[in-house]
């Protein structure tokens, strides 16, 4: 697994997320592991499961919020827990595979992923940003 590359930051009323990776991808991995970590998901050992999904061809950013809402959705409705991503560019957006673990328990509700002060900045190191949720 790679390293953790997030940390929960102060907020005054919601949630805040400090992300960073090499690429793209690298971040929408870790933003996804930092979403699951803020809402306290414990895994169900030994089981697995698998999704698809498509994300429509839009900013970095509306990509990213998608992207993790997406998530959000699978694991309170659906009670799935992702580690595993591979991402496909298609000629109108992206599609990802996922393989994880289902939902044991969720310890912390967040209704949404918003796109308050939202911004992907390039570092020496690649990309970073802050992702707010809303509680």
Known sequence: ???QNYEEIDHTADLALKVWGEDFE???RQAALGL???MGVKRRAESYCQRQFALEEE???TILVDFLNELLYLAEEYKEYYTEFRF???SKGMRVTCQGQNVLSISRNIKAVTFHNLEI???DKGLETIITFDV
């Open 1 to 3: 697994m790679s390293p």
């Open 26 to 28: 690298t971040l929408l």
């Open 36 to 38: 699951y970590d803020l």
């Open 59 to 61: 900013s970095t950013e």
């Open 88 to 90: 496909d560019d298609k």
């Open 121 to 123: 900045k390039k570092t």
